[in-house]
């Protein structure tokens, strides 16, 4: 990659459209933390030792279900080398989704970004990237769903509305309706528009009946709480941010991530992963997990899942769309609602 001829192209207009490039996140290696004070401490180090080798080992499958389809994978990683220690990265490279977004034929970064994605940018053509100086995450594709001629982008709060209204004047002169929001959480932990027809949502997020008229709506419930009771254990000692089964009673490592890895977690109290999906196409859909009414509405929609299960989902507070950014589909800029 990166000599011209192999450069990644660019190019998303829908969620569902055929996928052919994919960038995929990793984590980090344990040998990392070493001359951190903690490196030799078990009670830390082992569990994070098991999120470090699971997380890649899941990264892997993923990347392994992604090429069988024919999609063409890339992957950023950090170099320890270049950021010297782990004290100087505010996160992994874990979600690329929270920091891009493609829509049309531009990725869009945001400024910030973590370290090892420049290596992943680097083999993009420049004209087909635009660096919008905006505060991390408010521009990507964790919080806008492209539907063809429909963009449902959330606006999220530190845009200014002078950057709001400069990209919502310039996508709409590029042919777009951008339709937007102000829930201030990602719509990719929200709702999933699987195929043209077909909406899984956890509650009315849309106005459904305007904007998706005659469409199927799949309402599903926000948590599954027997899978997530013992959560219950921790949740008020870490403000429900992050989760790591078997570790609920282990205080030490409960001090140590949420004092010094405070960046690398979310808030996983709301988020459900069952709406936390990846298209490949229209009739083939990579899912956290199995949820019957979900996998009913597929088979009734013709649309194959692909079970993945990434372990450390909840330490992450990311699933399987967060954990990937597509950057190029098939597809063009169809109106799904003339």
Same mark, same amino acid.
């Given at each position: 990659m990166g000599r011209l001829g192999q450069m990644i192209p660019i190019k998303g207009y829908a969620t569902f459209d055929p996928l052919k490039h994919c960038w995929i996140? $990793?984590? #980090? @290696?344990?040998?990392? #933390?070493?001359?951190?004070? %903690?490196? &030799? &401490? &078990?009670? %830390?180090?082992?569990p994070i030792k098991r999120i470090a080798e699971e997380s890649e080992e899941d990264y892997q499958t993923l990347e392994k279900i992604l090429k069988d389809a024919g999609v063409t994978t890339h992957r950023s990683f950090l170099d320890i080398e270049k950021i010297g220690s782990l004290e100087n990265v505010p996160r992994p490279p874990i979600a690329p989704r929270d920091h891009f977004a493609v829509l049309g034929e531009k990725l869009y970064a945001a400024t910030g970004g973590v370290g090892g994605h420049a290596e992943i940018l680097k083999q993009i053509e420049r004209k087909n990237i635009e660096i919008a100086n905006v505060p991390n995450g408010t521009i990507s594709t964790a919080i806008m769903t492209r539907v063809g001629k429909d963009v449902y982008w959330d606006i999220h709060q530190g845009l200014s509305k002078e950057i709001v209204q400069k990209y919502y004047d310039k996508w709409t002169e590029e042919g777009f309706r951008v339709h937007m929001s102000n829930r201030n959480y990602h719509n990719d932990g929200s709702f999933c528009v699987v195929k043209p027809g077909l909406v899984v949502s956890? !509650?009315? %997020?849309?106005?459904? @009946?305007t904007e998706f008229p005659g469409w199927d709506i799949l309402y599903i419930d926000d948590k599954d709480w027997d899978v997530m009771s013992p959560f219950q254990k921790v949740k008020n000692k870490n403000q429900g941010k992050w989760w790591l089964k078997g570790e609920e009673e282990n205080d030490e490592l409960t001090y140590f991530v949420n004092t010094w890895l405070n960046d690398w977690v979310g808030y996983v109290e709301e988020t459900v992963f069952d709406v936390n999906m990846l298209s490949i196409d229209q009739n083939t859909i990579i899912c956290n997990n199995y949820n019957k009414e979900v996998f009913d509405a597929f088979k009734k929609h013709k649309v194959e899942p692909i079970i993945f &299960? !990434?372990?450390?989902?909840? #330490?992450?507070? $990311?699933?399987v769309h967060c954990i990937t950014q597509d950057l190029y589909r098939e597809g063009k800029m169809e109106d799904y609602f003339s």
């Amino acid at each position: 990659m990166g000599r011209l001829g192999q450069m990644i192209p660019i190019k998303g207009y829908a969620t569902f459209d055929p996928l052919k490039h994919c960038w995929i996140g $990793s984590g #980090f @290696k344990p040998e990392m #933390f070493q001359g951190l004070q %903690i490196y &030799n &401490n &078990n009670k %830390i180090m082992d569990p994070i030792k098991r999120i470090a080798e699971e997380s890649e080992e899941d990264y892997q499958t993923l990347e392994k279900i992604l090429k069988d389809a024919g999609v063409t994978t890339h992957r950023s990683f950090l170099d320890i080398e270049k950021i010297g220690s782990l004290e100087n990265v505010p996160r992994p490279p874990i979600a690329p989704r929270d920091h891009f977004a493609v829509l049309g034929e531009k990725l869009y970064a945001a400024t910030g970004g973590v370290g090892g994605h420049a290596e992943i940018l680097k083999q993009i053509e420049r004209k087909n990237i635009e660096i919008a100086n905006v505060p991390n995450g408010t521009i990507s594709t964790a919080i806008m769903t492209r539907v063809g001629k429909d963009v449902y982008w959330d606006i999220h709060q530190g845009l200014s509305k002078e950057i709001v209204q400069k990209y919502y004047d310039k996508w709409t002169e590029e042919g777009f309706r951008v339709h937007m929001s102000n829930r201030n959480y990602h719509n990719d932990g929200s709702f999933c528009v699987v195929k043209p027809g077909l909406v899984v949502s956890l !509650f009315d %997020i849309q106005d459904y @009946k305007t904007e998706f008229p005659g469409w199927d709506i799949l309402y599903i419930d926000d948590k599954d709480w027997d899978v997530m009771s013992p959560f219950q254990k921790v949740k008020n000692k870490n403000q429900g941010k992050w989760w790591l089964k078997g570790e609920e009673e282990n205080d030490e490592l409960t001090y140590f991530v949420n004092t010094w890895l405070n960046d690398w977690v979310g808030y996983v109290e709301e988020t459900v992963f069952d709406v936390n999906m990846l298209s490949i196409d229209q009739n083939t859909i990579i899912c956290n997990n199995y949820n019957k009414e979900v996998f009913d509405a597929f088979k009734k929609h013709k649309v194959e899942p692909i079970i993945f &299960n !990434f372990r450390h989902a909840f #330490f992450w507070d $990311s699933g399987v769309h967060c954990i990937t950014q597509d950057l190029y589909r098939e597809g063009k800029m169809e109106d799904y609602f003339s």
